[in-house]
């Protein structure tokens, strides 16, 4: 801690012991034949010794502890630095010191801990040294789930929130026990937060306590995402529903069986805002909205009746009775499946009752459904769609930008904004997405695409023709994947539909193309210095960004500047055979030609005499 510390020198005549805080070094002599030392950090105020050792880390704060006794008597008086805990294999030997702060620790985290860790962790909150715990979070898979239970069973009048998640994948350790729901449920009644986010795996042993009887009638629990990697049954369910009526976030993974999400829904309770449905696959997906605030102040549990007999089964599908009319929920996200059409006829049909309301929307399909009619009653701001069942090999990642325009005066101008991704999809499923684009495009009041980016997709001619009939795309990245990148014919075929004039088009009465201003592409193959000079004649394109095209040399990039065009920004990525000297004169030409626009801009005034438009140069 040298950092913080003075160094003095003093005469040799001088009693140490006239010094409070300061001691001597009598084996460096660099500075005469005694030195003094200042621990200043001793006399500072608490609130500047506070800020200083705030931005220390937790480690370095450890650390802190054993420089003196007053170092310690100091940090063990300034709680803040010990608010937030977390505790990894690299500072395993922290668990020694908890005890010294440990009524101080608000949360706490165990990140990939060692069995050291965890049992020193479990031994300490057992103990009773770090009784005033509101959160605590196991991010590991050497947890058992006796030591869950019995820890948050100890901290059941302070613990609000608890995490049990595994960043790695549970599929490459071996088997362990995780608590049931009912479980946590009974240890701490007063959680709030509770995330359970587990990748799917062999993991079916529970570990469950048989006595249920001190569960509450009504529990505290506002936020629960409940992802373990196996299935949940219906009676989990039924608890669920029951025992926590001020839910406002639930993410639930697979069930055990079909569910009906519709009659799901109109159980669910009134305050619920957020629900993600049996969508184990995609367990990441809502985590913002669990991330969310909530004003517990505005809870009411006088508002909420609850009715204990609600599931039934019809058909092989369970359904649940309303008993929550009158009491109708506005959700403001949710995330659903659709691999059927009974799935799909209750997903259109719920997205209309919350259509007002309803601003983000998740679908995990597996078959194909009504894209265009999705497009067209969704009327939120973000859309993702994820399909599910497929091998990591062929994923793949789609992202469109969609705007709702009206028409003036034979012009369009845009209104709103909406954001639509979907990804891991299967190459079958192309056509139909694009199709479904294409659908929602030549509807009046629907969404119309501005910004498309294809990701490790594989595009043939069929597919650019369909691009080309969206004609208010202005932003389209196309980049592919090493094994299989576009083809010349692709990328020839699209210079081609964009180079076409309107007026050529409205002579032969065919779809007007689109105005590209953005266009990124890559990797190409046999794109040659002679194609590249025709991105010139792309009217509109003033932007433009070409990935690992390694055919193309500085030639064909010095040709395609030097030539007369809209461009005005290039980027070259990862081409082996353009050299640095040919983008410093890229950016040189390009920096020049926008101060030669900006010094010939046509200015537009009305002239006060005889009403006719004159024009003036800036």
């Known amino acids: 801690m040298n950092n913080i510390s003075n160094t003095t020198t003093v005469n040799s005549d001088s009693d140490p012991e006239d010094y409070e805080d300061e001691y001597y070094d009598t084996e460096d002599e660099s500075y005469g034949p005694l030195r003094k030392r200042i621990d200043f950090i001793t006399h500072l105020p608490y609130e500047v010794v506070g800020i200083i050792l705030s931005k220390l880390s937790t480690a370095e704060l450890f650390e802190c502890l054993e420089v003196s006794p007053k170092w310690l008597d100091l940090l063990q008086k300034l709680p803040k630095l010990w608010y937030e805990v977390t505790v990894d294999d690299e500072n395993y030997t922290m668990i020694n010191q908890l005890p ?7 949360k706490y985290r165990i990140y990939d801990g060692c069995q050291e860790i965890l049992d020193g962790s479990v031994a300490e909150i057992l103990g009773g040294s770090m009784n005033n715990l509101e959160s605590l979070a196991w991010d590991c898979s050497d947890f058992s789930g006796s030591d869950v239970l019995n820890c948050i069973g100890h901290l059941q009048t302070t613990l609000t929130e608890l995490e049990i998640v595994y960043s790695f994948d549970t599929r490459y350790v071996l088997p ?30 529970y570990f469950d306590k048989q006595d249920h009887n001190g569960v509450p009638d009504s529990l505290k629990l506002t936020h629960l995402h409940w992802h373990p990697g196996a299935y949940t049954d219906t009676e989990e369910l039924e608890k669920l529903l ?28 009134p305050k619920l805002r957020h629900l993600y449905l049996d969508i184990n696959e995609h367990s990441q997906s809502g985590l913002d909205s669990y991330s ?32 929550n009319k009158g009491m109708q929920n506005k959700l403001e996200s949710l995330g659903a499946k659709c691999y059927n059409q009974v799935d799909w006829e209750e997903l259109e049909h719920l997205i209309r009752i919350d259509q007002r309301s309803l601003k983000n929307l998740t679908v995990c399909h597996n078959e194909s459904f009504d894209l265009t009619t999705l ?97 208010t795309l202005e932003d389209l990245t196309i980049t592919s994947s090493s094994r299989h990148p576009l083809e010349i014919e692709v990328l020839t075929a699209l210079i081609d539909g964009l180079c076409v004039s309107r007026q050529q088009q409205q002579q032969q009465q065919t779809t007007v193309a689109p105005r590209i201003q953005y266009l990124c592409l890559g990797p190409v193959t046999g794109l040659t210095d002679t194609i590249v000079a025709r991105f ?83």
């Open 100 to 106: 010294l702060i440990g009524k101080h620790i608000r």
């Open 176 to 205: 362990f026990s995780i608590p049931s729901l009912s479980s946590i449920l009974h240890a701490c009644p007063i959680l709030k937060r509770l995330k359970v986010s587990l990748h799917d795996s062999n993991i079916t042993q």
């Open 242 to 269: 029951v025992l926590c009526p001020l839910l406002v976030y639930m993410s639930i993974g697979s069930f055990e069986g079909s569910i009906s999400i519709l009659a799901f829904r109109n159980q669910c309770p």
């Open 292 to 323: 969310g605030d909530y004003d517990d102040n505005n809870s009411n549990d006088e508002d909420i009746k609850l009715n204990n007999d609600f599931l039934t089964k019809e058909e092989g599908r369970m359904t649940i009775k309303n008993n």
């Open 375 to 471: 497009l067209d009653i969704f009327q939120g701001s973000a859309l993702s769609l994820r399909y599910s069942y497929v091998y990591w090999r062929s994923m793949a990642f789609i992202c469109a930008t969609l705007n709702k325009y009206l028409v003036i005066d034979n012009q369009q101008e845009k209104l709103e904004r909406n954001k639509f991704e979907t990804s891991t999809y299967q190459q079958r499923h192309l056509p139909w997405f694009i199709e479904g684009l294409r659908g929602a495009h030549s509807r009046p009041s629907s969404w119309k695409v501005s910004q498309l980016k294809f990701y490790d997709c594989i595009i043939n001619t069929t597919f650019i023709q369909s691009l080309l009939e969206l004609s």
């Open 536 to 618: 010139a004649e792309i009217k509109e394109l003033k932007d433009l960004t070409l990935l690992k095209c390694n055919d193309i040399t500085d030639k064909g990039i010095l040709g395609l500047v030097d030539s007369e065009s809209s461009l005005e920004k290039l980027s070259i990525l990862e081409c082996n055979n353009v050299t640095s000297e040919a983008k410093e004169y890229i950016k040189q030409k390009l920096d020049q030609r926008k101060c030669q626009q900006k010094q010939y801009r046509f200015i537009k005034r009305e002239n006060p005499k005889g009403g006719i438009d004159e024009f003036g140069i800036l």
